[in-house]
């Protein structure tokens, strides 16, 4: 059974967004269906199987909707997407709008145990996922769960070769179906997408966007970056089925009319090649990614050309990172802070300037046609009020982009929702006399030694500046004497090897108390693990940490 998916932002607040002009206030596949009928030839989506128009796009969509239509998928219900990036992913997103249906898209990788409890909770009647990548067989695979997901009727292959028993082929929906297909009158306020974000909580998060939400707010933050409102040129090397990837079929295509530059997987020398042979206005990444490109580009330089920006989100950027990558890509680098959970905000274009080096990493001012940002009091359970500038509290926010509800978890909404609509993020931060939002950390993300604590992003922050750190995660390893005892995890720059003796010296240089140094060193040769959302995958790493026969170096205990 699908889960109830309620507003729990008033609909006055709504509709006065609407009358704002922050929202649109048609649904993402009208508005995408009239950049089609404007220009048809326009190119959507460039991949590794070349480019896409709207024209061709808007037909595959609307043949997989009425393929959908004819699998019993109907207006209201929830159809999981796990599929690489590429236009197949594009085309479901769109068809699940035009059915009046809401997308939940997943990133291919995620282990069967996440995807059965994403199906489950969101109560998914249909999903489509690819028929192979990487070696993992995630159609067949999830053939395999419907025993346990009783509400799950249809499974989609996508990809190359027969489909496997029990799934239907995409290819065959996308020939049989019908491009004369009558797209649904859908209530821009009704449920869009079901965003997921593995957060702190046992099990991922899932949380309701509205068409307004998405294109709207969302797609505000994006319209904020485009200098000259000309359709943008984005590079996506985080995958569109995670939370940053949502500003990919929503935003780029349906609110602006841009076209999609997609990689099925991020490799640095791709990434680089993709900027060149295709000239994106805007790369949208997380910061590791962009450590991972600086390596050739210092080898081998290339400048980019035509770059509006590039959009760094989904971890803290250190200033180290802004300034050799706004050197290297000779355009502004535009610090994102953001969340499945309902908050954007972000440095924009204007000067980018060096950061202040003051306390916590600076990311804008929020703007109110993305959501209003307040500062509430520790430990943030009291009323959303606003605290006096400078004061750290919780981060709380509401606007436009503020979602509608989480999906199958009464009780996070209870947690992270107050009743006039504000999200509480669980992100510590600070708003300046000018109303520049500075983000501390993170209230659960702290690592307590001896009854102290330490914040990881703090320790991160200023062990990127030094001169043999290319990139660092911090974080808490279990100790029996002072519980926990905090890690770093470095790569180091080529050549160098950084000790924990250079690492703490560099600390107490900057002024960071010997109680938060790093006690534990790992030093990771190659590069950081990613999650399949992109994101620096902390798991794998405290799995390395704490694994027997791990060669890690260790700083006196006490």
């Keep these: 059974m699908t889960p109830r998916i309620h507003d729990l932002v008033p609909t006055a607040l709504r509709r006065s967004w609407a009358t704002s002009g922050h929202y649109p206030d048609l649904d993402l596949y009208v508005l995408f269906r009239a950049h089609r009928v404007t220009d048809p030839h326009r190119t959507a989506v460039i991949d590794a199987q ?29 159809v999981g997407i796990q599929l690489p990036n590429g236009w197949p992913a594009v085309a479901a997103d769109l068809a699940i ?74 290819d065959d929906l996308l020939r049989t179906g019908r491009a004369d297909f009558a ?50 040129r984005c590079l996506f090397l985080v995958p569109l089925g995670s939370a940053f990837g949502t500003a990919g079929t929503a935003v780029t295509l349906a609110r602006h ?48 050309t035509g770059l509006t920006a590039l959009v760094l989100g ?58 209003e940002i307040r500062i509430a009091p520790l430990p943030g359970t009291g009323p959303a009020e606003p605290g006096d500038p400078g004061e750290p509290g919780e981060i709380i926010a509401r606007g436009p982009m503020t979602p509608m509800c989480y999906v199958g978890a ?3 909404n209870m947690r992270y929702r107050t009743a006039d609509g504000w999200v509480r993020t669980g992100d510590l931060g600070i708003l300046d006399d000018d109303g520049t939002l500075r983000v501390v950390g993170r209230l659960k993300d702290v690592v307590i030694r001896g009854g102290a604590n330490i914040s990881p992003a703090e320790v991160e922050g200023e062990l990127s500046a030094h001169p043999d750190v290319r990139d660092v995660i911090c974080l808490g390893v279990p100790d029996p004497l002072m519980g926990e005892r905090l890690a770093a995890c470095v790569v180091p720059h080529y050549g ?63």
């Excluded at 024209?55 to 219900?77: H, K, N, Q, Y």
């Excluded at 997408?193 to 707010?217: D, F, W």
């Excluded at 993709?274 to 081998?300: F, G, S, Y």
């Excluded at 399949?532 to 027997?548: E, F, I, S, V």
Aim: glycine share 10%.
């Design 257 to 304: 009319g841009g076209t999609l530059v997609l990689l099925d997987r991020f490799t640095p020398d791709a990434a680089l090649e993709a900027i060149q042979a295709h000239r994106p206005t805007h790369v949208l990444c997380v910061p590791t990614m962009v450590r991972m490109m600086l390596d050739p580009l210092a080898k081998e330089p290339r400048p980019p």
């Design 496 to 558: 160098r090897r950084p000790t924990l003796e250079s690492l703490g010296a560099h600390l107490a240089a900057r002024g960071l108390e010997r109680r938060k140094h790093p006690e534990r060193l790992l030093l990771v040769d190659d590069e950081l693990p990613l999650t399949p959302a992109g994101k620096p995958d902390r798991a794998t790493l405290r799995a390395r940490l704490t694994a027997p026969g791990t060669p890690t170096h260790h700083a006196q205990a006490g």
């Design 97 to 170: 709008a035009a059915l009046g249906a809401v997308a939940l898209p997943f990133p291919v990788g995620r282990g069967s145990r996440e995807v059965r409890s994403l199906l489950s909770r969101s109560g998914a009647r249909a999903v489509i996922a690819a028929t192979e990548q990487r070696g993992v067989e995630h159609a067949r695979d999830l053939v395999a769960l419907a025993d346990a997901l009783p509400a799950l009727r249809t499974v989609i292959a996508a990809g190359t070769g027969p489909a496997p028993e029990g799934c239907l082929s995409l």
């Design 314 to 371: 989904g971890s803290p950027l250190d200033a180290n990172t802004r300034g050799e990558a706004r050197r290297a890509f000779g355009c502004p680098v535009v610090n994102l802070y953001g969340s499945a959970d309902g908050v954007n905000c972000h440095t924009g274009l204007a000067g980018n300037a060096e950061p202040d080096p003051g306390l916590g990493v600076t990311v804008g001012t929020p703007d109110p046609a993305v959501c």
């Design 410 to 412: 009464p009780e996070l």
């Design 50 to 78: 070349g480019g896409t128009s709207y024209a061709e796009l808007d037909d595959r969509a609307r043949c997989l909707a009425a393929g959908l239509a004819e699998a019993g998928v109907c207006p209201g219900d929830v």
């Design 183 to 232: 797209p649904a009158r859908t209530d821009p306020d009704a449920a869009a997408r079901i965003l997921v974000s593995s957060g702190t909580e046992a099990e991922p998060k899932m949380i309701a966007y509205s068409h307004n939400a998405l294109v709207g707010g969302r797609g505000n933050t994006l319209a904020a970056l485009l200098p000259d409102r000309l359709p943008p």
